[in-house]
């Protein structure tokens, strides 16, 4: 199996972990967590953050974040 199947294969098991997380947790932090934690991997990218619609003020709370929230 060549480098580039292999890296797609660990990126797909890493959104399988997602699922499965997903599927088990029912504590919302963990799993915003492990989403942006997984989506960071999968994308390659330095930070992930999750923004929850605060539904007393309409407005987007950047709640979970891979990297420092500002």
């Given at each position: 199996?060549?480098?580039?199947?292999?890296?797609?294969?660990?990126?797909?098991?890493?959104?399988?972990e997602i699922n499965t997380t997903i599927n088990?947790?029912?504590?919302?932090?963990?799993?915003?967590?492990?989403?942006?934690?997984?989506?960071?991997?999968?994308?390659?990218?330095?930070?992930?953050?999750?923004?929850?619609?605060?539904?007393?003020?309409?407005?987007?709370?950047?709640?979970?974040?891979?990297?420092?929230?500002?």
């Amino acid at each position: 199996m060549n480098e580039n199947s292999q890296e797609l294969i660990n990126r797909l098991n890493l959104l399988l972990e997602i699922n499965t997380t997903i599927n088990t947790t029912r504590n919302l932090n963990e799993l915003l967590n492990k989403i942006t934690n997984v989506t960071s991997a999968v994308m390659r990218s330095e930070a992930s953050s999750i923004a929850l619609l605060d539904e007393n003020t309409n407005e987007l709370v950047f709640s979970i974040c891979s990297w420092k929230c500002k």
